[in-house]
């Protein structure tokens, strides 16, 4: 099956700083997602990308759909505590099933 | 909210024993999903659904299965349930905006 390779595995940041994790895959989608899990939750969808190319932003939060549609990053910009928690990208060929990375884990240190 | 809950929230059984869980949405969605997520593993897909008794394999589907004899609800059964099968269990559903999928709160089982 498809294979999405997410990194980093897991992140310490300092507060403010700026954070960039990044997924990439052997096969191309059709649809990039992000999600955020807190713990004991489910996770819950930050940002999607429909098109190649598409830089998309939601408050601190920006995303891009690789040209190539084998490859999506997201950037969360002046970090706080509340950004904790893990990051999961997903990619989308067909209409009914996503393929998820394996997350990363961000630490924001105070 | 995407209007999904999930019951029961924690579940301790023990091996050979059947257990259901079940999904209920409020959104009257085609698609619902069912995983599994485990350490090192992500989230990976068991069953879904694409409309009442309309369901199909995941990547994941070994030793469950699924019924949905409404809409709104979506049942995962382990018949006889195994250690290997102690996870979170996640439903999902398909919003209408392209092909964005929402999570429920999950379910914890431990399988003694």
């Known amino acids: ?110 | 909210d995407a209007g999904i809950t999930q019951s029961p929230r924690h579940k301790v059984t023990e091996t050979g024993t059947p257990v259901t869980l079940r999904c209920h949405q409020t959104e009257n969605h085609r698609y619902m999903y069912w995983y599994r997520q485990d350490p090192g593993h992500g989230l990976r897909l068991i069953h879904y659904s694409y409309g009442v008794k309309d369901t199909d394999k995941g990547e994941v589907s070994d030793g469950y299965s699924v019924s949905r004899s409404k809409t709104e609800d979506f049942l995962l059964t382990l018949e006889s349930a195994t250690s290997s099968q102690t996870s979170v269990y996640f439903c999902a559903i398909r919003g209408l905006a392209g092909e964005t999928q929402y999570f429920g709160p999950g379910t914890r089982l431990l399988v003694l």
């Open chain 1, 1 to 110: 099956g498809q294979q999405l390779n997410q990194s980093p595995q897991s992140m310490f940041i300092q507060e403010g700083e700026d954070v960039s994790m990044n997924c990439t895959s052997s096969s191309i989608f059709n649809t990039w997602l992000w999600y955020k899990q807190d713990p004991g939750e489910g996770p819950v969808l930050l940002i999607a990308l429909y098109k190649a190319g598409e830089l998309t932003s939601n408050g601190r939060l920006t995303a891009q759909f690789g040209i190539t549609r084998k490859d999506s990053f997201l950037n969360i910009s002046a970090s706080i505590p509340s950004d904790v928690g893990i990051y999961f990208c997903a990619g989308q060929l067909t209409a009914r099933q996503l393929t998820f990375g394996s997350g990363t884990q961000l630490t924001v240190l105070p």
